[in-house]
């Protein structure tokens, strides 16, 4: 009797000893306490001339009058940065280039990791592209990014976008246009390669003040305004510049300056 | 007393311990040998494995076997034996080859003597294709029928078709089961000795899986192992640029070295497209009209005849298609942006040039690797 009691009391003791040793060597040590912090949610839409984009229909017109169409548009979007009273802050630091292609719905999104501390922000900035310091070759094996790359040859990393339509030239014909940025270069009289050129970036959003509140995901839409891609400061006009602008840094550049205004966002 | 008071609580703690410790497991008596794939540098990193068919050393071996087994006919007659082998061939990199002895042209037939609906496709690093199998990819991870979502069902279809194996599952697996050597060879891959149609269908998939490769040349180059000549090199260049070549958006380049997007694209080869299995039978989109998979041009000189309908039959005639050839039509992608002036122009030194980097893509291992090779022999020394 006396033994059994002992025993039980053994058993209580040990089973005790197990469950503590156990619990704290799975859950690791106790949790720090989190400040308050919330997160953000955006997501990525495509407007032709303010109304949702219908693709592959030849519907449109830029502002150098060309009759245009998309079927698809594709890039990068990097170093997404909250500000508050003039301090930065990049979210997701290594893993912070995002994909968006119009034919893969799930890159539609993007939902950076970082927990963010409760309060009010000013504005929120990204780079449209990738940073001369992050735009490494073979950094994305996977596809789809890996689909991305840009010749070595042509100043490597990846395409910072690749957007595909076709437009009608002024002999009437449809001609397929690929709207693509990346590094860009320039040439010697014989045509070679002297050097390259950044052409990446920063996009800053007007009336991008926000709220991050407590355990609370913030989200906020942002849109491509298509159409801005080929004006203001400058007409693109493809009858001029062709439909490839890979190798031609004018063009990229031309485009590039257009593209301060091209992107807009709406917390909802 | 004394003692059994220290024992007892000391084996308690003890078996405790161990009872709780995720180590532990029961001994199972069907025990696999994992197969591991190893990824070439540069290479994807994601590999199109379903989940209920891991890699296994042991079903890749029983899958090598049935692969070349032409009794996966169902039959025994030398004259209807037939594999995947039979067109598969692995020294035209698991094509027929335009000068295969029995079927002329590349061009190949069923065992009921009908040509297949389109020309071949090779095996080379298909792990990595997620985007679909088969010309028009009717074969996809998520596809809503789920007896058409990977290589598994492309067995099935192989053996089933008229115009290919022209077999009968039941007679197939009630043969596999009575020849000697395979029941346990089934056993070892799957746990189980009864000859199963999945059982088969996981075996070759599994094989099928390890056919890599990433030995060329100009892997050997990326790798810093070998220099490419000044002609390669300039082919390269062209390639790469969209205001030479511009083949890269499309068949990839050092960037994506399975050199294709396993993507589906209409590359201007007509005006008028009556094909009832291009791409837009699969998505019914418009832009899918006369669509197909830009395949990888790896090994591709042994791929002979060019096209998903064959209609070229040396790299020479592909080039001059895409230099000159090129057809303006509402479906063409746009990726082929040099349509409207009938193609990228290139001189007959930039074509050779061109060639000669394509060639570069040659991987003489991967056609010789005995791994992939014809057994020396069956389970049942039948040769």
């Not at chain 1, 169409?69 to 500000?83: A, M």
């Not at chain 2, 609906?117 to 028009?136: A, E, K, Q, R, T």
């Not at chain 2, 789920?146 to 067995?155: A, F, H, S, T, W």
């Not at chain 2, 009968?168 to 089934?186: A, V």
């Amino acid at each position: 009797m006396k033994f059994y009691k002992y025993l039980s009391i053994q058993l209580l003791v040990i089973l005790t000893a197990v469950v503590v040793f156990q619990s704290g060597c799975c859950t690791g040590k106790p949790p720090e306490p989190v400040p308050p912090a919330g997160y953000l949610y955006l997501s990525f839409q495509h407007v032709v001339d303010g109304n949702p984009i219908v693709f592959d229909t030849m519907i449109y017109q830029n502002e150098a009058g060309n009759p245009y169409l998309v079927s698809e548009i594709q890039y990068f979007v990097s170093d997404f940065t909250l500000w508050k009273n003039g301090q930065a802050l990049l979210l997701d630091k290594d893993e912070d280039i995002h994909y968006v292609d119009t034919d893969i719905p799930k890159s539609l999104y993007y939902s950076p990791s970082d927990n963010i501390y409760e309060g009010d922000y000013d504005s929120l900035t990204f780079v449209f592209g990738i940073t001369e310091e992050k735009n490494r070759s073979f950094m994305f094996v996977n596809p789809p990014e890996s689909y991305m790359f840009w010749p070595e040859h042509l100043g490597g990393g990846y395409h910072y976008m690749k957007l595909n339509g076709k437009w009608r030239d002024t002999n009437e014909v449809v001609q397929p246009f690929n709207f693509h940025l990346g590094i860009g270069q320039t040439y010697d009289a014989q045509g070679n390669i002297t050097g390259f050129v950044q052409n990446y970036f920063t996009v800053h959003l007007p009336a991008s003040s926000f709220k991050i509140v407590n355990g609370l995901t913030t989200k906020a839409v942002i849109t491509m305004h298509v159409d801005e891609w080929f004006k203001d400061p400058n007409t693109f006009d493809f009858n001029y510049w062709g439909g490839h602008i890979m190798e031609n840094q004018q063009a990229m550049r031309a485009a590039i300056e257009n593209g301060h205004n091209v992107f807009s966002i709406k917390f909802e | 007393m004394l003692r059994l008071k220290v024992i007892v609580p000391v084996f308690l703690l003890l078996s405790v311990l161990f009872w709780g410790c995720p180590n532990s497991k029961p001994v199972e008596p069907y025990q696999p040998t994992p197969y591991t794939i190893d990824i070439p540098k540069g290479f994807p990193t994601r590999l199109n494995i379903p989940k209920d068919n891991p890699m296994t050393v042991e079903g890749v071996e029983l899958g090598r076997y049935l692969f070349y087994d032409g009794r996966l006919s169902g039959r025994t007659q030398p004259d209807s034996l037939m594999s995947c082998s039979t067109c598969h061939v692995q020294s035209s990199s698991f094509e027929a080859g335009i000068n295969n002895p029995r079927f002329p042209g590349g061009i190949v037939k069923g065992l009921n003597g009908v040509a297949t609906h389109h020309v071949m496709l090779p095996m080379i690093n298909l792990v990595w294709n997620f985007s679909g199998y088969g010309w028009n990819g009717y074969i996809w991870p998520e596809n809503p029928n789920p007896n058409l979502r990977n290589i598994e069902d492309m067995v099935y279809a192989a053996v089933t078709a008229k115009n290919e194996i022209d077999g009968d599952t039941t007679r197939i697996k009630n043969l596999f089961q009575s020849i000697k050597g395979y029941p346990e060879l089934f056993g070892r891959a799957f746990g189980s000795d009864k000859v199963t149609f999945k059982n088969i269908e996981k075996a070759i998939a599994q094989f099928v899986r390890t056919l890599i490769s990433a030995n060329s040349k100009f892997d050997k180059y990326l790798r810093g192992e070998e220099q490419l000549n000044q002609s390669e090199l300039h082919g390269y260049v062209l390639f790469t640029t969209e205001q030479g070549a511009d083949c890269f958006h499309c068949h990839g380049g050092a960037g994506n070295p399975l050199f294709t997007t396993h993507l589906f694209y209409n590359n201007g080869k007509d005006t008028v497209f009556t094909d009832p299995m291009d791409r837009y039978a699969i998505t019914g989109k418009e832009r899918d009209i006369g669509a197909y998979k830009a395949t990888t041009l790896r090994n591709i000189e042994f791929q002979a005849p060019y096209m998903h309908d064959g209609r070229f039959k040396t790299l020479e005639e592909v080039i001059d298609f895409y230099s000159e050839g090129l057809h303006n039509s509402p479906y063409v992608n746009p990726l082929m942006h040099h349509v409207a002036d009938g193609g990228v122009h290139l001189t007959p030194t930039e074509k050779t040039d061109l060639i000669n980097f394509i060639k570069t893509l040659r991987d003489d291992s991967f056609l010789t690797n005995p791994a992939f090779s014809k057994p020396d022999k069956f389970p049942d020394d039948y040769k």
